[in-house]
DNA sequence: CGCGATTTTGATGTACATCAAATGGGGTGG
DNA sequence: CCACCCCATTTGATGTACATCAAAATCGCG
């Protein structure tokens, strides 16, 4: 368990950005913000497994953490959460136990809140269970489209749309640069890192090239063909 | 557009001890039943489709709707909704357009809200936020669940826990009917129709025996290994 | 009894996993 | 600054799960 620390003020204000506070006022801010406090993880820590009683829910606000279920046998990755992104926070409003495992993703620093004084919040403040609403309504969409696109996209095709979803275009030319390891962005689209290397290079032949973690795509609306 | 109805008394009493409304209290569940109706569709009627404008949300009262993606080339079902289950409502807080179309399969009864009524309703009532965000809860933490499920298990596997969970037990014997066609539970599983039937074919070693829709379970512990 | 729709069975193809080995790249210590 | 090592990635060979296509079989129902 690492230390817990106070939120700095800049923690807070990009809290306040995110999709979970970014709907409340001043005053509820405040009150959903003093519920948290600042959390430090490195590379490859748990933050809690599968079924493990679930006191805390959490924002990442630097690096990466994935959740995934299954045993170190056979894993499968439910969500890669970024910066800005929160995890367990439906265990506010139903559940005793987490649903998954989370692990962090190179170093990372979270805001951890207390489920129990959230919870208790809601009476006081029942906006702020609209704000975890809002929150749960973008996961619930992004995992329907991951399991659809799971079920009806092959391995390029998956690929090909997280490239035009996260590129920075210049006209019909774009370019992106991974903002982590090949190996986990295959496990966020379901493959193993074998067939993500294979699907990129399917993928040259739509002009997309590789460069380590630079990635450059010649022309947009070819890659939107495939 | 099939035409509206006032709810029956039965059906609003449905409606309260649905997931959605079930944590409202009196008042607040008559507020929100305010913004509903009761409409009726025949099967393989089509509710609406992918990126139209949204301006409903959905309560199964009586049958089954499927959700899904993708164009008649191409289909992938997300969700198969039983009576008690809502659908759309995250429109009330994100969004302008569905994200995925759904079709009513054998004649279904629905409860229609409409949406910008139920968010005209959230300042005054602001608790709801709280009602649809267990109900997002509930349906987050089931669309994860399968999404694992896709990438971990094999399709005998997945049809053995669907048999588990919806069976009813005696002792170490079990049994269930199905409550609607075999490709519609395919297609719940993420499987083509031949895929699931050769998966009951191959769970006939493990005990079970399937008769129509009539489907028997010699022992659930032996089940459970598979 | 017979018809259409659903399901099963068989044969084949494809996408992806898995295992094993070669390649490459970034950081460390010399 | 360079050599080396470790780990991520690529590449190749093979296996498996499931889709797809084409019948045959069965079910439900008039």
């Known amino acids: 368990m690492p230390r817990a620390l106070k939120l700095s003020s800049a923690q807070q204000a ?13 005053h509820e801010q405040d009150a959903l913000l003093s519920c948290a406090v600042a959390v430090r993880y490195e590379p490859q820590d748990v933050l809690f497994r599968e079924h493990d009683k679930a006191r805390y829910f959490y924002c990442v606000l630097n690096g990466y ?9 056979r894993e499968a990755d439910i969500s890669i959460c970024e910066p800005g992104d929160s995890f367990g926070e439906c ?5 005793e136990g987490y ?14 809140f207390d489920i129990a004084q959230v919870k208790a919040l809601l009476d006081q403040r029942p906006r702020i269970g609209g704000a975890i609403a809002r929150s749960l309504s ?8 991951c399991l659809a696109r799971d079920r009806m996209q092959t391995s390029p095709q998956r690929v090909a749309h ?6 920075t ?23 193993a890192p074998e067939a993500l290397s294979r699907a990129f290079s399917t993928l040259r032949t739509s002009g997309v090239s590789v460069c380590g973690r ?3 795509i010649e022309d947009i609306n070819v890659l939107r063909q495939v």
């Open 138 to 145: 973008q996961h619930l969409l992004s995992t329907m489209e």
């Open 65 to 73: 953490v994935r959740l995934y279920r299954g045993s170190q046998d």
């Open 214 to 216: 630079a990635i450059a």
């Open 14 to 26: 990009m809290l306040g950005g995110a999709l979970i506070a970014s709907s409340l006022d001043r």
């Open 169 to 191: 275009n210049e006209g019909t030319r774009a370019s992106l640069r991974l903002p982590f390891q090949k190996s986990l962005l295959a496990r966020k689209l379901g493959l």
């Open 162 to 167: 997280y490239l035009l979803a996260h590129c």
């Open 99 to 112: 649903n998954y495992s989370a692990q962090a993703m190179e170093h990372a620093i979270l805001a951890r």
């Open 91 to 95: 265990l506010v409003l139903a559940g």
